[in-house]
């Protein structure tokens, strides 16, 4: 029986797309298991397509996971060139970040 497919482990936001292929994998895999040992021809072709189609997101899954790894590794080695290059504006921004969300906490603590 194919591994159920994993959930992101993180609250972020997932694209949309993303969930609901996930949603399908779920679903194929609990009309595979539910299937059983059903036997007959009818049975056995949505046994067939449900498998091609579990096949065919888990595929689509993988390729949009690996996408997104190689977006991030750009962004984090662009992010890393960028405060190599600019030291003391790195500092200066995350400073400036730091202090904003300060005061954005503090008024936040202070209306409740």
Sequence with gaps: MPE???KPESNTTVDPAIEELNRIVEQAES???SLGAE?????EAVRE???QTLH???SKLKA?????????ESLADRADGYVRSNPWQAVAIAAL???VLT???TKSVNRQ
């Design 31 to 33: 009309l595979l298991s």
């Design 56 to 58: 065919q997101a888990k």
């Design 49 to 51: 397509r449900v498998s």
């Design 39 to 43: 036997g007959g021809e009818a049975a």
């Design 97 to 99: 970040l730091g202090g």
């Design 4 to 6: 159920p497919a994993k």
């Design 103 to 105: 005061l954005l906490i």
């Design 64 to 72: 949009t996971a690996s996408n997104a790894e190689e977006v991030v």
